[in-house]
């Protein structure tokens, strides 16, 4: 959890008023949270290098904010050089902003169970770009480092995200087959 951040408790305390005055308005909150954390991520400063740190095998997310009664998380999610994640969905609204570095994100349509998973959009988010997924407008995606160097993206989510985990999925994009998935905060 990341305490005493004037710029990170700026944003908490304004993701806060988004939630209360959207309620359950999941466009809304997309609509307005994307927009803070577009301002978040526009200037890389504020970040500890402490929640910055690769692991050599695998990419490696931070908690930096957990609030349980609202429902929302927010992590940051480092990337070494070359690691990537397999397709996922998430099973709650998600904004994704670029910190640092550079990700390529791929979008998929929703899973026709024994089919392939079909694209549906291609990305690569540079530092200030925001994405956003939800199980209303598109769920699934992957991501993959796309700088050469460590990259560096923060995600702010609906939900605690292992409450989730029995719900969620990985995917193989050229079977569609769905593998359970489990979500560990390293
Ligand atoms: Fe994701």
Redesign the pocket.
């Known amino acids: 959890m990341l305490t005493g951040n004037p710029v990170f408790d700026a944003f908490v305390r304004d993701m806060h008023g988004v939630m209360d005055v959207a309620g359950g308005d999941e466009a809304l909150i997309l609509d307005r949270g994307r927009a803070l954390v577009a301002a978040l991520v526009a200037d890389d400063g504020w970040l500890p290098e402490d929640y910055a740190q690769p692991h050599p095998e695998h990419f490696k997310q931070y908690v930096l904010h957990r609030d349980g009664e609202r429902g929302f998380t927010v992590m940051s999610v480092v990337w070494n050089k070359g690691q990537s994640?397999m397709a996922?969905d998430?099973k709650t609204w998600?904004i994704i902003g670029q910190l640092r570095g550079a990700e390529r994100e791929r979008e998929y349509e929703d899973p026709v169970p024994g089919e392939p998973l079909k694209l549906r959009a291609e990305t690569v988010m540079h530092p200030g770009d925001t994405c956003v997924?939800s199980p209303d407008t598109g769920d699934i995606?992957d991501?993959a480092n796309a700088f050469d160097g460590v990259s560096v993206s923060i995600h702010v989510y609906g939900a605690d995200l292992p409450s989730l985990a029995d719900r969620r999925h990985r995917y193989e994009v050229a079977t569609g087959e769905a593998i359970p998935f489990i979500t560990t905060y390293y």
């Open positions: 994640a996922h998430h998600g997924v995606h991501v």
